[in-house]
């Protein structure tokens, strides 16, 4: 079996460049490619759209097309269609606008070195929108029907593909309640849609390493909420306080639990880890914390590297005994994290490293 590497490697000696350093092969971590009937001479005459890729960071920029198809009573979805990207319409009753029924996703299509566009575990994201419909009292599409139409928004937007190792066209697939209801009840009918947005980091630290904040007094999630599954309402309730931290130079939020207020959950869109010597040591996902596909990519991989993976409650004190810190998400890629400030001291770990996108390696099979 040949492995295809699209990405560049690191070149530091830490877990971070050894975990990335090594093949996908034997992990269950596999790209899928978009489109497979694309001659290499119609490759190299390949159109882009007309951006600077070199200056992309991480905010909307408008592509061509959306995809959009609606549930109907009896749960199923309609066969999916294209249309020019932009405003769409809604009845002010709709579920979304009154009681919160929305989820969204987060993933990515590279553009690979010779040309072939692809996708990282994408059924993996379809799956978590089915269990977060589920929780939520929703439709989903399928499995099928998911992954259809992010590879036609994909497809319908390649110009907005950028270079190999420029960045990535992020995907944003929605699922949000159309149908209208005046009582508190799920909506009737359900609208799964697509856009897309080329970026590059995230963060605006680039590839340097993070400063996170603890946040003790506000908490991202509760037992038996909905932090578990990726609902639009976990996100509206930790905008001031990101905007606190921001404001005050840090990167991001690291949020505590919020029964105990002593063990760290995630940051506000990514996972966290701790490297400690052959161990790995993140906090388990019991509903309060996002699976993460990056997330579980990374222990798939360290498994196989030898490491020993701990899922348990992670004290924040724990922090202090790390040799690294590293967050994971599709958004962020795999981010060190320089300095944590809990209790306004701010800790520095003694090693961190440089990794961005750019030093991750993604590989299909051939
Ligand atoms: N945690 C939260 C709250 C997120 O929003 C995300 C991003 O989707 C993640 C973790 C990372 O998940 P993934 O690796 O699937 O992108």
């Known amino acids: 079996m040949a492995l295809r590497c699209l990405s560049q490697s690191s070149t530091t000696p830490s877990y971070l460049s050894k975990i990335w350093g ?4 034997g992990t269950k971590a596999a790209a899928s490619v978009v489109e497979e009937h694309v001659s290499g001479a119609e490759r190299e005459d390949e159109e882009y759209a007309d951006v600077d890729w070199d200056k992309l960071g991480f905010s909307l920029v408008q592509t061509d097309y959306m995809f959009a198809t609606r549930s109907c009573r009896d749960g199923n ?3 999916g269609y294209l249309s020019r990207y932009g405003n769409i319409e809604l009845n002010p009753a709709a579920g979304i606008l009154n009681y919160g029924q929305g989820l969204i996703e987060g993933m990515k299509a590279y553009r690979g070195e010779d040309g072939r566009i692809l996708l990282f575990r994408p059924e993996l994201n379809a799956m978590r929108m089915k269990i977060g419909a589920e929780r939520m009292c929703m439709h989903s599409p399928s499995v099928h029907q998911f992954i259809e139409g992010v590879k036609q928004t994909v497809l ?3 110009r907005w593909v950028p270079p190999p190792g420029k ?3 992020y995907l944003r ?6 149908g209208a209801s005046l009582g508190v009840a799920a909506a009737s009918e359900y609208t799964f849609l697509v856009f897309g947005s080329p970026v590059q980091n995230y963060f605006k630290e680039g590839t340097a390493a993070l400063n996170l904040y603890v946040e003790k007094v506000i908490p991202r999630a509760y037992l038996g909420g909905t932090g578990g599954v990726k609902a639009i309402s976990n996100y509206g309730p930790v905008l001031e306080v990101m905007r606190r931290a921001k404001s005050r130079g840090f990167s991001d939020v690291l949020y505590l639990d919020a029964e105990t207020g002593k063990n760290i959950e995630e940051v506000s869109a990514a996972n966290i880890f701790l490297v400690k010597g052959n161990t790995i040591v993140t ?3 019991s509903g309060t914390i996002l699976g993460g596909i990056t997330r579980k990519s990374v222990i798939e991989i360290a498994l196989d590297l030898g490491y020993k993976v701990e899922e348990r409650r992670v004290p924040v004190e724990e922090l202090k005994e790390a ?9 962020a890629g795999v981010a060190s994290v320089g300095s944590i400030t809990y209790q306004n001291t701010r800790s520095l770990l003694p090693l961190w490293i440089h990794v961005s996108e750019h030093n991750i390696y993604l590989y299909a099979w051939t």
């Open 22 to 25: 090594l093949r996908m092969h």
């Open 167 to 169: 960045g990535s066209l």
């Open 323 to 331: 040799e690294e810190v590293f967050c994971t998400g599709t958004a």
């Open 77 to 79: 979805f309609e066969q």
């Open 283 to 285: 906090p388990a996902t």
């Open 173 to 178: 697939p929605l699922l949000f309640g159309t």
């Open 156 to 158: 319908a937007n390649r």
